[in-house]
């Protein structure tokens, strides 16, 4: 018995030591030298090879936004790697905290729902679900838009379809906010008691088209829309307006429980609702077509490359469905009522922990556009949902905006990752350039001499950064734009000691990067609006 005891206790000591060992070498790793690695896990069991994904892949979009982005604040260096996680890799127990700070949940797995997770007597399922959850409930950060986001919280209706179901079995339950959402695949919705409306609001995306080939087609699926955002949190606090656009494709709003003090709603949908907007609203479709039209989508020679190989039992099935024509037009708006609710949600795990959870309902990954309508496609003997039933036109072309449509919302992705990796507010990235500078602690300075830091994204060539500055009296009338210092010296951080010159009063603050690659000088644009204020009492 005393043997027992003695064996237990040396196994708890060598347990103990093996885990602070751990926990250091993560700290090593992530910490080198000032530099800070941010570990994000990308979740896809999709093939990112295929040539369909290109620009438009969901998933492709966030590596292309986060993977070795970098930036420095002050004498901190922060770096974002990513790794592709796949549903294998979660099972065998990769997804932990020395290995990743945030798992991101992208889009385009959502389309794993009609064929693994949602069967929910699957052992792999059940370990799957437990592994994210345990990581999110260990502290570890958790960041999804659309479809990735609404499985994170619970569906709090009743499943009424097939479709309903497997979504409910997918809801990962790791945030205290639910959604609402009601939907069939057309076609086989309509054996349902929603009869032809079975898409409801993801009508958006399932009458948008579903071929992938056809960037006329895909390329401008959903709304690009302007929500209402608020800036007391980190993610959006920088930002100058108050509203954002924001690419939406279909999902639903977020419904917070009655007591929701670890929940923020960072933005919400528009006043104006998108089926009272007649630049938006789209009208329910209805499958007239029967068994025959099926049988012609099942044997069409057009090779859809959606969800499942078309030689598979399912992907015959989706075939049937997406190829069956014919569809006629009915009377009725797709009436969507999401009028001010939420659309982005901040959310503190309610454990000791306090893991991060950033959820989007919209696609901030995705490109956006400028003015346009919807024009729904003319009612023939062939519409089908492959080919769309309705196309967005008159878009202003991308040539003729001030704004890199594709890049647009990069910075929404970065900010929400280093939030939910628990990255101070006042280091995360820049918003409107490769650099800004950090906001003023404290607001009212008795000094008239203070250090002022800067953020710079770090990229190959000799960068430089100028402080500019503006004077008021009043916090009312200001004063031209001047240049105070220019820092060409990045190796201690980007910093200026301030001196006030005018004396006591409001000044604000911003900054220009330059950046001298192969001879090439790349000067940042001006920003659309200060940075940073202080008053000068």
């Known amino acids: 018995m005393i043997l027992k005891k003695i064996l237990s206790i040396v196994l708890v000591i060598l347990f103990a030591v093996n885990s602070f060992n751990v926990v250091a070498n993560n700290k090593e790793k992530t910490e080198n030298n000032d530099n800070i690695e941010v570990l994000v896990a990308v979740y896809t069991d999709d093939d990112l090879d295929e040539d369909f994904y290109g620009p438009y892949g969901r998933t492709c979009r966030f590596l292309f936004a986060l993977e070795n982005y970098t930036w420095q604040v002050n004498d901190k260096t922060y770096i974002i790697k990513t790794t592709i996680l796949r549903t294998e890799d979660i099972i065998s127990g990769k997804l932990t905290l020395e290995n990743f700070h945030v798992f991101l949940y992208p889009p385009d797995s959502f389309n794993e729902y009609f064929t693994i997770h949602g069967i929910r007597f699957l052992p792999k399922n059940v370990l799957r679900m437990r592994k994210i959850q345990n990581f999110v409930k260990s502290g570890g950060g958790f960041y999804g838009t659309c479809g990735g986001s609404m499985i994170a919280g619970d569906l709090a209706n009743t499943p009424k379809t097939v479709y309903e179901k497997l979504i409910k079995n997918c809801c990962l339950k790791i945030s205290q906010a639910d959604v609402i959402y009601k939907g069939a695949l057309p076609v086989l919705g309509q054996l349902s008691e929603y009869g032809y409306k079975s898409p409801w609001e993801s009508a958006y995306i399932q009458y948008s088209g579903w071929n992938l080939t056809d960037d006329t087609i895909n390329y401008n699926t959903g709304v690009s829309m302007d929500v209402q955002i608020s800036k007391n949190n980190g993610i959006f606090d920088d930002f100058a307006d ?87 037009m009915t009377d009725e708006i797709v009436q969507v009522n999401y ?199």
């Open 242 to 328: 108050d509203t954002r656009r924001i690419r939406w494709v279909g999902g639903p709003p977020f419904i917070l429980p009655e007591s929701s003090d670890n929940i923020d709603v960072i933005a919400s949908f528009p006043e104006e609702d998108i089926s009272d907007n007649e630049s938006t609203d789209i009208h329910y479709w209805k499958y007239t077509g029967g068994l025959i039209g099926m049988i012609k989508g099942l044997f069409s020679d057009e090779e859809i490359l959606w969800g499942a190989s078309g030689a598979s039992l399912l992907g015959s099935l989706m075939k049937a469905v997406i190829l069956a024509e014919d569809w006629e």
């Open 339 to 537: 009028s001010n609710m939420p659309f982005m949600i901040t959310e503190n795990y309610p454990n000791e922990n306090k893991a991060r959870i950033v959820r989007c309902t919209g696609h901030p990954e995705d490109n956006v556009w400028w003015g346009g309508h919807i024009e729904e496609l003319e009612d023939t003997n062939h519409n089908n949902m492959y080919d769309a039933f309705h196309r967005w036109m008159d878009i202003i072309p991308e040539n003729e905006t001030e704004e890199n449509e594709f890049e647009y919302n990069y910075c929404i992705n970065r900010r929400s990752v280093a939030w939910a990796a628990k990255i101070p507010d006042n280091d995360l990235p820049p918003v409107y350039g490769p650099s800004q500078i950090c906001d003023i602690y404290p607001y009212n300075h008795t000094s008239s001499v203070f250090t002022i830091y800067g953020i710079s994204e770090k990229q190959e060539g000799m960068i430089s950064l100028d402080l500019y500055y503006r004077y008021s009296l009043d916090n009312s009338t200001w004063s031209k734009w001047a240049i105070y210092e220019t820092d060409e010296d990045e190796s201690n951080g980007w910093s200026w000691n301030f001196n006030s010159p005018q004396g006591p009063g409001y000044y604000q603050f911003y900054s220009i990067r330059h950046l001298i690659n192969k001879n090439n000088e790349i000067i940042e644009s001006l920003p659309p609006c200060p940075d940073a204020i202080v008053r000068v009492i």
